[in-house]
């Protein structure tokens, strides 16, 4: 599962880095939260913990990360694109932030666990 986590981490990376530049070269920067989150939570903390699970082999098998990795891939875009559409002015988009938001919690406690359970010395 680490090298997955890695993988898909860099299409993230390249989608945030893109948004990013696609921000500067207009100089709107309303989409700044979708830029902050897809790095924070698609590049840096899915890189983080592939990491872990790289060098945690045990918890990197377990079904707890294969549910942490569908989850937060299933979370990430729900709640980007709602919150892409909330910052534009949709205020009807906020359901689908508070669902993937929801999902991505959910992803990121089973982590916890899965780390705390699984990672021993």
């Given amino acids: 599962m680490g090298i ?3 993988k898909i981490s ?3 990376f390249v989608v945030g880095i893109c948004l990013g530049m696609y921000m500067s070269m ?3 920067f309303d989409f700044t939260p979708v830029h902050v989150h897809i790095n924070l939570l698609g590049w840096t903390a899915m890189t983080l913990a592939g990491l872990i699970y790289v060098a945690f082999p045990t918890a990197a098998e377990t ?7 569908w ?10 694109i709602g919150l892409a559409f909330l ?3 949709v205020k009807s988009a906020g359901p689908a932030v508070a669902v993937g938001g ?11 666990i899965n780390i705390l359970k699984n990672v021993k010395n």
């Fill in 4 to 6: 997955k986590f890695i």
């Fill in 10 to 12: 860099v299409c993230y």
């Fill in 26 to 28: 207009t100089e709107k």
């Fill in 63 to 69: 079904t707890l990360a294969k549910v942490h990795f």
């Fill in 71 to 80: 989850l937060h891939n299933i979370a990430l875009p729900i709640m980007m």
């Fill in 87 to 89: 910052v534009s002015g």
């Fill in 102 to 112: 929801t999902l991505m919690v959910l992803g990121i406690i089973l982590f916890a």
